[in-house]
């Protein structure tokens, strides 16, 4: 769940809602063929209810459900993303919602 600095953000989040009617909530579910073995709570479904109560509670609409079902988190050209991208090109979005950070993607980390 959102922390305080988050439930800050949003709150402004929703008041620039308030003054462009026009822009969407992106809820972005994201699966992988691994978090498969870890059972039914990471499924697409499930991040999509959680996020969308979680949209409904805090006033994050209109919303619109994007996802990428069996990619990882590593792989940046999913089709779901992608369109996410061209939403935001397009000055189309006001806030992106996850479940969490792994569902958005990872970044991997290395020396020289």
């Not at 691994?34 to 059972?39: A, K, N, P, S, T």
């Not at 792989?75 to 950070?101: A, M, S, Y």
Request: hydrophobic content about 30%.
């Amino acid at each position: 769940m959102p922390d305080a600095q988050c439930a800050a953000n949003a709150l402004d989040c929703r008041k620039e809602a308030s003054m462009s009617t026009q822009k969407i909530t992106i809820l972005y579910e994201r699966l992988s063929r691994d978090d498969e073995l870890q059972g039914p709570s990471n499924s697409i479904l499930n991040q999509q209810q959680l996020l969308q109560e979680y949209a409904e509670r805090n006033g994050f609409e209109p919303y619109v459900h994007i996802y990428d079902d069996g990619y990882s988190g590593t792989v940046w050209n999913r089709p779901g993303w992608q369109k996410v991208l061209e939403e935001v090109d397009k000055d189309n979005v006001l806030c992106i919602i996850f479940k969490d950070l792994t569902r958005f993607g990872h970044v991997c980390q290395g020396g020289l």
